[in-house]
């Protein structure tokens, strides 16, 4: 009885978690588009609600919900469920629905090449392990050993690369020291340089088309008489020189208008962060702001004493912090108490922002690359992704909780090499937060306009 009472706690959750991702796919993701396939939302839905259901267990881990049976049974019934859903069904509606939208395969000709095509991807991401540590086949290869090792190659890359960038954007964007100062009369002044550009633009776009009007007329379809037949060449010749010349002075203009509208929109931008970083909510990401500065220095601090050292740790944060403070500070706490508590926490603070933050980046990324024809497409290579990357969350959290409490995770997954994948989001994190700085460095670079361009 108690283990169907637990069976039950489990399915009413991941009801709610299915609704939740059926209500982000059409609120959000959707919300502008009115093409709809049933399919994509049931796989969207289902592989988000066993997506969240991972971190659920991982919090039923620490506060002792369930019964251990229990909870072995479904850490394993759900991460055969995600590795199915990530490596069978959503690769294969992939293929089918790419194949599908060229109009001249027929049906069994699809069929066929979708079957071909996800030979070739669990080829490729059989063959992925062959530069890691990761386990052979003798372990077997219908394992969730061999899935989730190779699933989490792909996931953590995901994982360090949005870490490493949102370490580093978001101080950019939420400081006012990064907030260029803007006064209003250099705004007038873009606005009047893009006005005259515009101007001019247009003036030398209707000299073309009148010279263009001109040599039409004076170049009719028949000769009229042979004696006239080299002045028209020599007309014609100058003519066409001119309109020439005229092109080349439009393509000049052309790209002056673009580079002074870019200036004036990041000046906007500007003005506007200027005005948003006075208000109360503004001061208050200001704070937020410096602290994740703080932390981002010391992240890649970190991890590059973790790559040159090759070093990986061997304790939670929480209970090294409570031993630091009870051995070396003196304080007298119940540490059975606290730890358990804090890891709560500590655990429930990471669920809550990877989910927020990964569901706005895919939001973020939908939006910007998707079309009503490739819409539904794009959302199942987000719901792959997303699988990947909340499988992977799984192995990395498990860092961040006590050895109490990870046992029955470290024995859903097996002989996995975790100080590999710890080393990898390290390398990853490092690269990305890197990138992230020296693109941002560029891009602060003013776009100087020189005002002889526009004589």
Not at 90 to 111: A, L
Not at 183 to 204: P, Q, Y
Request: hydrophobic share 50%.
């Amino acid at each position: 009885m108690a283990f169907l009472g637990d069976c039950v706690i489990v399915f009413v959750s991941q009801m709610i978690f299915f609704a939740g991702g059926w209500l982000f796919f059409n609120k959000e993701l959707f919300k502008h588009y009115e093409i709809r396939h049933i399919s994509v939302q049931l796989i969207f839905s289902s592989t988000f609600a066993l997506s969240i259901t991972m971190f659920e267990l991982i919090i039923f881990e620490i506060i002792d919900v369930l019964e251990s049976s229990s909870r072995y049974f479904h850490w394993r019934l759900g991460l055969t469920l995600l590795l199915f859903m990530t490596t069978a069904v959503i690769p294969i509606y992939i293929c089918y629905s790419v194949i599908h939208s060229i109009s001249f395969f027929s049906d069994k000709w699809v069929r066929i090449l979708t079957t071909f095509c996800w030979f070739i991807f669990i080829y490729g991401l059989w063959r992925i392990g062959d530069p890691f540590p990761l386990l052979s086949a003798s372990h077997g290869i219908f394992t969730i050993e061999q899935g989730v090792s190779r699933i989490s190659v792909i996931g953590v890359t995901v994982m360090a690369i949005l870490s490493g960038f949102g370490a580093v954007n978001y101080p950019y964007t939420s400081m006012s020291y990064f907030i260029k100062p803007v006064s209003r009369n250099d705004i007038i002044c873009f606005e009047r340089r893009l006005a005259l550009t515009v101007e001019m633009l247009s003036a030398k776009k209707r000299k073309i088309a009148m010279a263009i009007y001109n040599h039409n007329k004076l170049n009719p379809s028949k000769p009229r008489i042979w004696d006239m037949l080299a002045s028209a060449v020599q007309r014609n010749t100058n003519s066409g020189e001119d309109i020439n010349q005229l092109k080349q002075e439009v393509y000049g203009l052309e790209e002056l208008l673009r580079s002074v509208f870019l200036e004036l929109s990041s000046l906007k931008n500007m003005e506007e962060r200027q005005r948003w970083s006075q208000t109360l909510k503004g001061k208050y990401f200001n704070v937020l702001g410096h602290f994740f500065s703080v932390y981002c220095v010391y992240k890649i601090f970190m991890c590059c004493i973790n790559i040159i050292f090759d070093r990986v740790g061997r304790k939670d944060p929480v209970t090294r912090g409570l031993e630091i403070a009870i051995h070396w500070c003196g304080f007298n706490i119940d540490f059975a108490f606290w730890n358990q508590h804090i890891s709560f926490l500590l655990v429930g603070c990471i669920v809550i922002t990877s989910i927020r933050g990964l569901l706005l980046t895919l939001t973020k990324f939908f939006y910007r690359i998707s079309s009503s024809k490739s819409s539904n497409i794009i959302v199942l290579i987000l719901g792959q992704i997303m699988g990947m990357y909340f499988c992977s969350s799984v192995l990395l959290m498990r860092m961040n909780m006590p050895a109490e409490y990870r046992v029955i995770i470290t024995e859903v997954l097996g002989n996995l090499h975790f100080n590999f994948y710890h080393r990898w989001f390290d390398v990853i994190f490092l690269v990305s937060a890197l990138t992230t700085i020296i693109v941002l460095y560029l891009s602060r670079k003013p776009v100087r306009v020189d005002d002889s361009d526009l004589n």
